[in-house]
T-cell receptor, first 106, second 115 residues
Framework: EDQVTQSPEALRLQEGESSSLNCSYT??????LFWYRQDPGKGPEFLFT???AGEEKEKERLKATLTKKESFLHITAPKPEDSATYLC???????FGQGTILTVHP | GAVVSQHPSWVICKSGTSVKIECRSL??????MFWYRQFPKQSLMLMAT?????????EQGVEKDKFLINHASLTLSTLTVTSAHPEDSSFYIC???????????FGPGTRLTVL
């Protein structure tokens, strides 16, 4: 069974304090690793798709990377508006992790 | 691009009634649509996958006679919660994937409250 595990469950940062979120996945037959952002009471917003180890994608203050066993979402100099739940999911039927709740304090 | 809408955004109904939720892909044709539910402080749980013109495929434990899914066109899927009960109260979210694509694009969700 495909599994996705995210850590930490919650992360509190000061504005400008860079950090990383982790997503570990079962390796077999990965066809894509996805990152989404979800604000309270809203549907997830697509951020990135990664397909192969070594791949990196960037969008504003976010950079997603992929290794053979895990993916990282790096947040550089975050702002309060980056506060949200960040979800990763693996291919096909999108097995979601539990998410990381990010709070950025001004 | 890749905008998905849902209607209604919230609905309150009495126990025993049926509720229909619409999911539309506004600027692309969605060969596959998905329905999820999300309970407070939990992640999304896939309920069913539907392909245009075909019967939906339900995940284990999801009652297909209770959650009726119709994917009648490449831009519209509907979820009908039949004989709703308070335990069906949840946040229902649809997503859509276009032909040849890998990403799913999500709607804004529908909050269902059953009294």
């Amino acid at each position: 069974e495909d599994q996705v595990t995210q850590s930490p469950e919650a992360l509190r940062l000061q504005e400008g304090e860079s950090s990383s979120l982790n997503c570990s996945y079962t390796v077999s037959g990965l066809r894509g690793l996805f990152w989404y952002r979800q604000d309270p009471g809203k549907g997830p917003e697509f951020l990135f798709t990664l397909y192969s180890a070594g791949e990196e994608k960037e969008k504003e203050r976010l950079k997603a990377t992929l290794t053979k066993k895990e993916s990282f979402l790096h947040i550089t100099a975050p702002k309060p508006e980056d506060s949200a739940t960040y979800l990763c999911a693996r291919d096909g039927k999108l097995t979601f992790g539990q998410g990381t709740i990010l709070t950025v304090h001004p | 691009g890749a905008v998905v809408s849902q209607h209604p955004s919230w609905v309150i109904c009495k126990s025993g009634t049926s509720v229909k939720i619409e999911c539309r892909s506004l600027d692309f044709q969605a060969t596959t649509m998905f329905w999820y539910r999300q309970f407070p402080k939990q992640s999304l749980m896939l309920m069913a996958t539907s392909n245009e013109g075909s019967k939906a495929t339900y995940e284990q434990g999801v009652e297909k006679d209770k959650f009726l899914i119709n994917h009648a066109s490449l831009t519209l899927s509907t979820l009908t919660v039949t004989s709703a009960h308070p335990e069906d109260s949840s946040f229902y979210i649809c997503s859509a994937r276009f032909m040849g694509g890998d990403e799913q694009f999500f709607g804004p969700g529908t909050r269902l409250t059953v009294l």
